[in-house]
């Protein structure tokens, strides 16, 4: 019994222990106003250009509310709910359901983007704040192809 007690002891430390709290995120840096690097992110498609766009994260627990500002005015805002279960969104692709979570110090996101009947494209997102920076890399699958490309985000200043 007193064994029983024990190991279940560990798993509950060892689940709150990985859990991360609002503090988490603070100190991990996410909360904040971005500027997409231009330079150093990868295009989201081959041949066309990433346009000036501004990220404003904002925390609420441990769930995240981002706001992008695009050149050309175009604006959007997406809660990121971190419980990992699915939740449905409006992004520029339309409605989208989006599964968030935690993994130690970085955010994944997963969802699947589809057009038209025939085209499906598996998409995972990671954000981890490295040497000030916000790196977003976004891994994709499409049939047997893999596409893997980043996302460099600085604080924006002042």
Known sequence: MLRAI??????????????????????AGFAGTWNLDLQRSDPRRQGQPLVATQLTIQLA???LTTTRHFGGGRTFAVTYITDGKPHEVESPLGSQTLRSKWKKDKLTVSYTVTRGGNFELDVTESWAVKDG?????????????NIVRKEIWVRASG
Do not use: C
Not at 6 to 27: G, N, Q, Y
Not at 133 to 145: A, H, N
């Open 133 to 145: 920076e916000l790196v977003m890399t976004f891994s994709s699958r499409v049939g047997d192809r």
């Open 6 to 27: 024990s190991l279940s002891a560990a798993i509950l430390m060892l689940f709150s222990a990985s859990a991360p709290s609002r503090a988490f995120a603070a100190e």
């Open 61 to 63: 627990g441990e769930d």
